[in-house]
């Protein structure tokens, strides 16, 4: 991919939950910023494939496990510094909490919260040695409100926004930067619904979103590079949404 802007020239990078969809849209605008990217992901075949389209490098991840994150770490540091890390790797579970089987919540949590947590706790020493860096942390609308069907989910994300700002708090003296991102609906593997159209979506969110449209994933991708740059440098312990307005209400209804 040709470089389109250098925000992040000389910066290297390390990003989970790469191998698809806002993963894989993130890489190439990193790449694209001029950074030296990892891609990270438990999708061998697919994450290999989007990180040499992207011009990155790729390295299996499973996120819930603290050595794979050590070794990843390690991978992306290989040239000597890492500046960024991109904790974007999650999974979903929908069903209520009186269906919801313990260990499909368990699982859910592992993944989404305690996932950022190892991500955060491997890659801030490496950070502090390059002399600071910047953690993006992906968070939700289901951050901020209870969300029917999504017990473990919503429960992982209200946890990133509250691990986020103990983060930002505890390694500020080490030069690094924390914040969280909240996208609005994106249209990604995890939020298709089976048997929908696009006609569908647009129905749905044009009625449900202030803007009247899912995002595309460059409109929010391009927030999370912007938190990795030094153009943000006194931005930390935030939440920065790109949500269509999701935070502001309920949008009007159309009117006929």
């Known amino acids: 991919m040709a470089k389109e802007m250098t925000a ?24 694209a910023a001029g950074a030296l990217v990892t891609a990270a992901d438990k999708r061998v075949d697919d994450g290999t494939a989007a990180a040499a389209e992207a011009g990155a490098e790729f390295f299996e991840l499973d996120v819930t496990d603290a050595e794979q994150w ?21 999974i979903t579970r929908v069903v209520p909490i009186l269906d919801c089987d313990p260990a499909d919540f368990r699982k859910v949590i592992d993944t989404n919260l305690v996932g950022t947590f190892l991500g955060i706790q491997a890659a801030a020493p490496a950070m502090a040695s390059s002399g600071g860096g910047s953690i993006v942390n992906l968070s939700s609308p289901s951050a901020f409100e209870g969300t029917v069907g999504m017990p473990a989910y919503s429960t992982s994300k209200w946890g990133i926004r509250g691990l986020t700002r103990t983060a930002a708090l505890e390694l500020a003296d080490l030069g690094i930067r924390v914040n969280t991102v909240v996208p609005g609906p994106l249209r990604t593997a995890m939020t298709r619904r089976p048997g929908w159209e696009d006609e569908d979506y647009e129905r749905h969110y044009g009625a449900t979103v202030p803007l009247r449209r899912m995002a595309d994933l460059g409109e929010v991708a391009d927030l999370v590079v912007w938190l990795a740059s030094d153009q943000a440098s006194y931005c930390t312990g935030g939440d920065y949404a790109a949500d269509g307005g999701l935070g502001a209400g309920t949008p009007a209804p159309f009117s006929d």
């Open 8 to 31: 992040l020239e000389g910066k290297v990078a390390l990003v989970t939950g790469a191998a698809r969809g806002f993963g894989a849209e993130i890489v190439g605008r990193m790449v």
């Open 70 to 90: 050590a070794g990843a770490v390690d991978a992306a540091a290989a040239a000597g510094r890492l500046d960024i890390l991109v904790n974007n790797a999650a």
